[in-house]
Every structure is written in structure tokens, then in C-alpha cells.
């Protein structure tokens, strides 16, 4: 499961995984995905794309409406989750709501795994900078410390694919 801001790459971080552009809608308007999206890996299991949580350029309905969507889904799917990427813009602090959405991730036992994103647009003392910052205010997930991603130049793309073929052999009940 992806899920993160509106913006921070979830779209281009499932179509680099999957290697194929145009598969999940990406946008540089916050809100392009403005429903739970499933896309069948392998004829085994699903990435799911979740709406952007914060801010997004939408109508106030349209807004109001993903909440109690985001909110059913993860209620009912928790213990199906075999992995949740908690998707993160590197080149920014995590908000509250990213706060939010770990303490919920973690009440619950899901594991996840903290993808900085577009780690590209940062120089290389930047990059490690950004990673130093994402673990000590966001902390290490439980399966990993944060790893810096780039859908443009690969930057990550092994180890991402590592955690999740790690975590879908494990399983859930």
C-alpha cells in the first residue's frame, strides 16, 4: 500500500516499481488520485494507491469525501497489509498528518517502510542530510531507515523492491 501527502510521488514511485510510465496517473497538480486504486502485480497481489492525505487542489467535497474512504479502507484491510510505503517528499520535514498516519500505521502493527522521494532534485550532502533529518523526525520504520527514492534516476528502486519482496514472502494473516 502507498500512502503519503498529495504530491510527494506515490503515482511515480508505483510506475518506476513496475516499470511501466502511465500506469498509475501522476500529475504536478496536487489531488490526482482521488481513489483507492488497485493495480495487479503478477497475478498474485496489488499494489494499492491511496488518495493524498493534506493538502490538494480539489474541491472542498472532494476532500471531505477521502477521509472516511482512506479511513474505511485502512480499517478493514489493516491486517491484510503486507507492507505500507509511507511515501515522503526528501526535499521537505514530515508534516503532522505524516506524524498522524505513522502512529496509526503502528498501533496497528502494519509494517511499513519510509520512501523519501524525489531525492534527485537534492545534492549529494543534501541527500544524506535529508535522510539523517527523515530518521530522527520520523524515525526508522520498524523494517528499515528511510530509503531515498528517485523515479527519474532509479536512486533506491533495489532496495524498495528488496523490503517489498521481503515482506509479501512473510505474509499476513
Known sequence: M???RSNVGKSSLINRLVGKKGLARTSALPGRTQSVNFYRINEAWNFVDLPGYGYA????????KWRPMIEGYLERRARRIALALMVLDARHAPSELDHTMRDWL??????YLVVATKA???SG?????????????IGGSPV???ILFSATTGLGLREVW????????KGRP
Open 125 to 137: 550532502n543534501a541527500r544524506e542530510r535529508s535522510r539523517a533529518e527523515l530518521a530522527s523526525s
Open 57 to 64: 487542489r480539489v474541491p472542498e467535497a472532494v476532500r471531505r
Open 2 to 4: 502507498f500512502l503519503g
Open 120 to 122: 534527485d532534485k537534492l
Open 144 to 146: 528499515a531507515e528511510p
Open 162 to 169: 528488496r523490503w517489498v519482496d521481503q515482506a509479501l514472502e
Open 106 to 111: 503502528e498501533a496497528r502493527g502494519v509494517g
